[in-house]
């Protein structure tokens, strides 16, 4: 999975990496998933444990938020819509069919995700009729039509909320069964984003991020491929959005349908590396721990604030294809000055071959 | 509901729908000149609202004179997010990048006012906030009609720049036909600097007479550029004129349903008509079709 | 034969300009068809509009019997029919072995589609058969943004025989290319012909054209004149009317295929040569000068090592095939590109690296190629905003009247939106506003592009009255034989190289220029390369 993110992300196979390359990928893909298993079982403390909980869950969300705008280059900041939806699902639920705390609500979490792809059917067919940045401006407008459904809609509790069903886990050990869903859902989200990178799904997508119209002339359907990604893209978020609310214990409005949530998953993507699979999660991982200390070390909303906005500003104005493209791009090209030194110490040139013409 | 109230609905639509016009169109101002879209306008507002209410509240500077003072400010302001920040977007994906640029620009502009303000809710307050007018059976707030007015005035102003001055034609060329521009000696980057920092001088005003009639938190800024931005893609963006009209007939919207059915339900009314819209017409009321000029 | 393509009475209108009028267009199936005519006849807008990129109000395209008009792209192609631009379109951040894989056509439901990988094993084959074909096979894991220019209209065509289109539609395939890569092109376009396939080629390379085709249809101003042989059309004296009204450069060359000797009594006879004559004491001879200059747009140099002399009160013409960096040339000397190396000199004073402005006081104004009025502000707007940088509102006003009497078109049609005027009024417009700002050197590129042959003479009579009244122009013109007929000094550019350079005359008249046009080498070179 890592091996695969070149700066292109070369769907089509280039020539096999050496088979010592890949044995070493997979040790450390080995090596990072026994990490992520035993985490919890060996760091107990609960404030660390909840904080790598909310790390997993926005993984997952910019993972899939990935599948749509860093494969198709839609940015779409109105994915908290999804969220929302997931969490309300579940806690509108749990509360009208009398579900019990736990396991059972985690059963429910999939009932929520399946809303959330639903939902994205409508919100998507709506939105995708623009481009560019009309669309993003929809679907900014669109969030804010669902947060303030949840304001004034009777079922979704007003501005107080609903309170989720309490889950009968010890306090020592509350924390270890989301953590563990959540691990579970990131790792069929990532498999899920994988599978689409190398597929011909993911090669058109790429080719609409770069010349939709190009696309079109070659006979991809353009809609039809907006529109399935943008619904698989809700699903996860629908699913980790039941079950963040339900360990929090409570969802209401503001919270569901939160502006900076979007952002997050946008920031985490850019920064990591739109596009790319490994770079929403790296993203979210290094964001979300960061956020997730700077909330409890300044209790004040004020600075975290300033320096969420900072980052992002350096962020996108700085690395604009975020960390893990420019961390490849740096060692391309330190490759490629190497090779050029030693071209250069080779006396003889080496003429070009080629077919004769084709080469200018 | 009775047809007096209804009428006074769409009276007050009106005047309010003055006073967005004006923040709207600064921000397709913006837009139009620089391909740019100003998420951060909203809590641009917020801020000059809150400059309003400090020279008020300590310095004793009554909110009308005030404005001679919060405008340069915010003119200020405008200018220095376009050299610090928009120009260095290039040109690819310019103005989606615009957007997450400013978005953050907004949450550092929100952090600082919650950091000197608090998240207490304040409201500016004057003699003439709370009195009205009483002609034909309605009543005219005060302050909406001073904003109006204002509004109006402003509006006439920008009008009147850009269509009478050398820098307003400037600004319309750059607009049409850039490098064209840019072969006559106009100094477009100045041309985009100045462009910016206007858009953001309306707020100024827009602040004031939204701080004087609504109560506001550093948080306010997300409902405001949500309206803003609906606004201004329904009216076409890059058209001010657009701009106008779909301010007023948002507003006017919103006021009746506000009246005749539940003003919890009526902000609704914004997104739903963009929806609408959009769906039909992405380019909005009045907007250019995807294809500029240049 | 079946007609594989038929267009009937098309017409397609942008705003006031009328691209296509009435247009009837018969593809025969089997062979390569050749689609000519001067610019702006409306070959690639009958291109879109047949692919689906344009929607049409007015007439009706038909594929094998089947009604197309209006379907959307993605079905166009779908049923067969395959396109390329005339400005490359890549995926450029995909390799060029996904750039094949994008059009891989499959029937399959869509859970697959997203389960299986990208490309099959047979398709991937096929892929890298095709790229062998057009001869960049060990380029298929590179990012197609690496390519050259020349690469990437391979990868562009190969991508689209990926889907077996029973036809394909070349735009300009032949355009800005060296000529061992033009010779490559046409034998694989033979070779798919000889497979099956239907060809229609747009080209403005006419011994290209005439070698390949066997059938053409020529375009001008929006409808087909004629259609028959290569032969037929050569002969045929419509078509030459077409083309010499304006004196084209294809003109030039449809004469040099047929070796033709001259028609001088259907041409319009330009004033001679002129050679300048006046300089004032002390002034040198040369105007502006080039020394060594590169430049790019940051994928790599278009124009290299350009050095050539502006004489003082002349006109100078550049001429060169298509892609061979003229435009770029222009864009340079006035500021808009900064050279990447070299210097530029205007009366003695090094001008390179200042900004538009900058040059622009210094007294060099261009007319760009493209229009470039202020649509929506009116007629006398656009021309007082030519005296932009000028603050003394007397000498405004006085060059306005100036402009007006050269120009009655200012006065009559002042208070005009100028996007409602015509082409050929609009460069009026163009010239007035340029003179408000009285500049002592005028670049002019392409004055007459998108013309019809009577506006064209116009525009070169104004620019001749320009130079009249003492002003030095350095002009960029497609149509080599007009431009080179008007100028005192003439340029070759080639793939942003300076080829030949001499007089006006000995440039026309050099026995290589037809070649260089033609796309054979230039063995000997006239002064300095």
Redesign the interface.
């Known amino acids: 999975m890592t091996g695969a993110v070149t700066q292109t992300g070369d769907v089509a196979g280039a020539p096999a990496a050496a088979p010592r390359k890949r044995a070493l990928t997979l040790g450390v893909m080995l090596i990072i998933a026994a990490v992520f298993i035993a985490f919890p079982v060996v760091v107990t403390d609960p404030a660390t444990t909840s904080i790598a909980f909310f790390a997993l869950v926005f993984m997952v969300a910019a993972s899939a938020w990935n599948i749509f705008s860093g494969y198709s280059g839609y940015l779409a900041l109105g994915h908290a819509v999804f969220f929302g939806t997931g969490g309300y699902a579940v806690a509108v639920a749990a509360r009208d069919w009398h579900v019990a705390g736990g396991w059972p609500v985690f059963a429910l979490c999939l009932f929520g995700g399946l809303v959330a792809g639903l939902v994205a059917i409508p919100v998507g067919l709506v939105a995708l009729r623009t481009r560019r940045h009309t669309f993003v401006v929809v679907t900014i407008a669109i969030f804010f039509i669902f947060q303030l459904a949840a304001y004034n809609l009777g079922f979704t509790g007003g501005t107080s909320g609903i309170l989720l069903p309490l889950p009968p886990f010890s306090a020592a050990n509350f924390n270890q069964p989301f953590y563990y869903v959540a691990l579970v859902i990131l790792v069929l989200t990532v498999l899920v984003s994988w599978l689409i990178r190398r597929s011909r799904f993911g090669l058109q997508l790429l080719a609409i991020r770069d010349d939709e119209d190009r696309a079109l002339g070659l006979g991809v359907k353009t809609r039809r491929l907006k529109l399935t990604a943008f619904v698989i893209s809700a699903i996860p978020v629908g699913l980790v959005g039941g079950l963040y609310f339900d360990f929090v214990g409570q969802i209401y409005p503001q919270f569901a349908f939160d502006p900076l949530f979007d952002l997050s998953i946008a920031l985490m993507a850019f920064l990591g590396g739109l596009g790319t699979i490994v770079g929403p999660l790296l993203g979210a991982l290094v964001l979300e721990s960061l956020q997730q200390y700077l909330t409890q070390t300044f209790s004040s909303d004020a600075t975290y604030l300033i320096a969420y906005g900072v980052l992002f500003l350096a962020v996108i104005l700085v690395l604009p294809r975020g960390v893990v493209p420019g961390v490849t791009e740096w060692l391309e090209r330190r490759r490629a000055k190497a090779a050029l030194s030693a071209a250069h110490e080779r006396d003889a040139a080496v003429p070009t071959g080629g077919v004769a013409g084709a080469a200018q | 509901m009775s047809f007096t109230a209804l009428l006074q609905a769409i009276v007050d639509g009106v005047l309010t729908g003055g006073v967005y016009a004006l923040m709207a169109a600064g921000l397709t101002l913006i837009f139009g000149v620089m391909d740019i879209i100003n998420i951060a306008q909203g809590v641009m507002v917020i801020l000059g609202a809150y400059l309003s209410y400090e020279l008020s509240v300590h310095v004793g500077i009554g909110l009308l004179p005030g404005l001679l003072i919060t405008v340069p400010l915010m003119f200020g302001v405008g200018v220095a997010i376009e050299f610090c920040f928009m120009r260095r977007l290039r040109d690819q994906d310019r103005t989606q990048m615009s957007i997450l640029v400013t978005y953050a620009v907004a949450i550092v502009i929100e952090g600082i006012l919650t950091a000197i303000f608090g998240v207490d809710y304040q409201q500016l307050q004057a003699s003439y906030v709370n009195s009205s007018v009483h002609l034909l059976g309605f009543y005219l707030p005060d302050i909406y009609l001073i904003g109006f007015v204002l509004a109006i005035a402003l509006l006439a102003g920008l009008y009147y720049m850009l269509y009478r001055t050398k820098f307003g034609r400037a600004v319309r060329s750059s607009l049409q036909n850039r490098t064209a521009a840019d072969l006559i000696g106009i100094d477009v980057n100045r041309v985009r600097t100045l462009s910016v920092g206007i858009g953001v001088a309306v707020t100024a005003v827009g602040g004031m007479v939204f701080g004087a009639t609504n109560s506001f938190n550093p948080n306010t800024g997300y409902d405001l550029i949500s309206r803003l931005l609906a606004i201004v893609i329904l009216g076409g963006m890059g058209s001010i004129g657009g701009a106008m009209a779909a301010a007023v007939f948002i507003l006017v919207i919103n006021d009746v349903v506000a009246v005749a059915w539940s003003p919890t339900w009526a902000p609704l009314v914004y997104f739903v008509a963009l929806v609408i819209v959009l769906s039909f017409r992405p380019q909005g009321l009045f907007g250019r079709a995807a294809v500029r000029a240049q | 034969m079946s007609n594989l393509i038929e267009v009937k009475g098309v017409s397609k209108a942008y705003g006031g300009v009328k691209a296509l009028s009435l247009c009837d267009l018969e593809v025969h199936e089997g062979e390569i068809n050749g689609l000519i005519g001067p610019n702006g006849s409306g070959k690639t807008t009958l291109f879109n509009v047949v692919?689906?990129?344009e929607r049409i109000q007015q007439g009706e395209v038909h594929f094998n019997g089947t009604e197309i008009t209006n379907a959307?792209?993605?079905r166009?192609?779908?049923l067969g029919i395959g396109?390329t631009?005339q400005l490359t379109?890549?995926?450029?951040?995909?390799?060029v072995?996904?750039n094949m894989?994008?059009?891989?056509?499959?029937d399959e439901g869509?859970l697959r589609?997203?389960?299986?990988?990208?490309?099959s094993a047979g398709e991937?084959r096929r892929a890298m058969e095709l790229l062998d074909f057009?001869?960049?096979?060990?380029l298929a894991?590179e990012?197609a943004a690496n390519l050259?220019?020349?690469?990437r209209k391979?990868l562009e065509l190969a991508?689209?025989l990926v889907?077996d289109p029973a036809i394909l539609l070349l735009d300009e395939p032949a355009g800005g290319v060296?000529p061992?890569?033009i010779?490559?092109l046409a034998d694989r376009i033979k070779d798919l012909n000889r497979s099956g396939k239907t060809i229609l080629v747009v080209e403005h390379n006419m011994e290209f054209v005439m070698n390949l085709c066997s059938r053409i249809t020529v375009l001008s101003q929006g409808s087909a004149l004629v259609s028959g042989t290569p032969d037929e059309v050569r002969t045929n004296p419509a078509v030459l009317d077409a083309y010499l009204g304006g004196e084209d450069d294809e003109s030039t060359q449809l004469e040099l295929a047929q070796e033709a000797t001259h028609h001088d009594g259907t041409r319009v006879s330009v004033s001679p040569v002129r050679t300048p004559e006046r300089s004032k004491l002390g002034d040198s001879p040369t105007l502006l000068s080039l020394r060594g200059v590169s430049a790019g747009y940051g994928g790599g140099d278009i124009i290299k090592q350009v050095s050539l002399d502006v004489p003082r009160g002349g006109i100078t013409c550049v001429v060169g095939p298509n892609g061979a960096g003229k435009s770029t040339l222009m864009a340079t000397i006035?500021g808009?590109l900064r050279p990447r190396q070299g210097e530029i000199r205007f009366n003695g004073e090094v001008v390179s690296g200042l900004t538009?402005?900058q040059i622009?006081?210094r007294g060099i104004?261009?007319i760009?190629q493209?229009h470039?009025?202020?649509?929506?502000?009116t007629v006398h707007?656009n021309v007082e905003?030519?005296a932009?940088?000028v603050s003394e509102k007397a000498l405004v006003r006085q060059r306005m009247q100036t402009v007006q009497e050269l120009y009655p078109i200012v006065r009559d049609r002042a208070d005009e939106k100028a996007g409602s005027l015509s082409g050929g009024q609009q460069r009026l417009v163009e010239f007035a506003?340029c003179l408000m700002l009285d500049p002592e050197l005028i670049m002019l590129d392409e004055p007459s592009m998108g013309l019809d042959p009577q506006t064209r003479k116009m525009v070169f009579g104004m620019v001749e009255q320009m130079n009249q009244q003492g002003k030095t122009i350095l002009l960029v013109e497609q149509n080599a034989r007009a431009g080179l007929k008007l100028s005192s000094r003439g340029v070759v550019l080639e793939n942003g190289i300076v080829r030949l350079t001499g007089s006006g005359r000995d440039v026309l008249e050099h026995p290589e220029i037809g070649a260089l046009y033609l796309g054979g080498a230039v063995t000997s070179a006239a002064d300095g390369t």
Request: a positive charge.
């Open positions: 692919t689906g990129y959307p792209p993605d166009v192609f779908r396109r631009f379109r890549l995926f450029t951040r995909l390799t072995l996904e894989l994008v059009a891989t056509q499959r869509w589609g997203v389960m299986r990988l990208a490309g991937r057009v001869g960049i096979t060990r894991h990012p050259s220019y020349g690469q391979l991508s689209l889907a060296n061992t890569l010779t490559h006035s808009l538009p402005k622009l006081a104004a261009q760009p493209a470039s009025l202020f649509p929506d502000m707007e905003m030519g932009f940088t506003r």
